[in-house]
């Protein structure tokens, strides 16, 4: 496999929690493509199109406000399982971390996230995110 | 030092979490060589060859299983400390995290990996991974 | 962007991490530029030039040690901004956890980092970093 293939997934990834961690709503749902699918137990429904991702990743942000929490989408063990020049099958860890203004750390949630990629230019997208939780397994 | 042999070697360690967390113990004991050593201070000997690797990993699986929890290997902070196109030296965190299924996420335990590595082919294996626990300091 | 440059970004970061938790509070120093620059809402005044650098990391095992702890800087999500041969802007997070000698680990804070690095011969270093605590967000 190409390594700068897999470097590039790298940014994507590392990029990507930056994004909706940091309120850039839009930015984030832009990392998906416009029809990209987030499916996760959290949630009742997937969330597809980059107009409902952009209003999850908003209310993600109102949801660590009202706890008075700053929350943190921390990746691991980011394994590139396959890929191309067009297309890319991704595994990961990621954490969600809350820490209050307080003081106190936690790991809110371990999640693993398994990923459809497709290349669109020099950018990767998401087409399609699978997210697995550790506490409803 | 050449960009892909760090990329291919995070490769590995990404990979080679899944595995073991994903109870996929053969997998996960060849990514050692075949006459490739484990040694932490966590079990009284070293685990030596792979079929000790392999009942190791089961024997992990096992235990997690017994505690209610889903554990996972949390690769951070690869260093490859050098490589050529044959073996490598590498420094890695790696933190054990648990989830209960009542939702509580800790970490479990803190260590760092020292590994040497050879090249077998396109893949690189662990020849001898040494453990240090930071609560038996 | 080139991947073998993002390759050795990772790298650096990889390595101070086990340098200053390891010790090692000259080679700490020497991830910065000569008159590098370390700005955290932790300390009162900016830490500026490498022997007060050198002296902040000594200060930080000392203050481990004191606190029965062993402490680890743990570094994921790192996005390479931008980067050509000669410099490069990055942001990444930065969790510090502490494990006491009775086996408990605990995430003791929570940050994010924002570096300029310079290029020097074959190695990047630090020549400003900011830090962000989100405990006093």
């Known amino acids: 496999m190409d390594g700068s293939l897999v470097t590039g997934i790298h940014q994507l990834y590392a990029r990507q ?4 961690d940091g309120g850039h709503a839009d930015a984030w749902a832009r990392t998906f493509t416009p029809d ?3 499916h996760s137990p959290t949630y009742p429904a997937p969330v597809v199109g980059r107009d409902r991702l952009r209003a999850f990743a908003e ?6 406000r009202e706890a008075g929490e700053v929350r943190r989408h921390v990746v691991t063990n980011l394994f590139v ?3 191309d020049t067009t297309q890319a099958q991704v595994s990961a860890y990621l ?10 750390t936690a790991i809110l ?18 087409a399609r995110r699978d997210v697995r939780r550790d506490d409803t397994a």
């Not at 929690?17 to 909706?20: C, G, K, M, R, T």
């Not at 209310?59 to 660590?64: E, K, N």
């Not at 949630?109 to 998401?126: A, E, H, P």
């Open 95 to 104: 954490q969600v971390i809350g820490t209050r203004v307080t003081g106190d």
């Open 109 to 126: 949630r371990f999640t693993t996230v398994s990923d459809r990629l497709v290349r669109d230019g020099q950018d990767w997208r998401i």
């Open 17 to 20: 929690s930056h994004l909706i």
């Open 59 to 64: 209310d993600f942000a109102h949801a660590a």
């Open 36 to 38: 990209g699918e987030f």
């Open 81 to 83: 399982e396959s890929a």
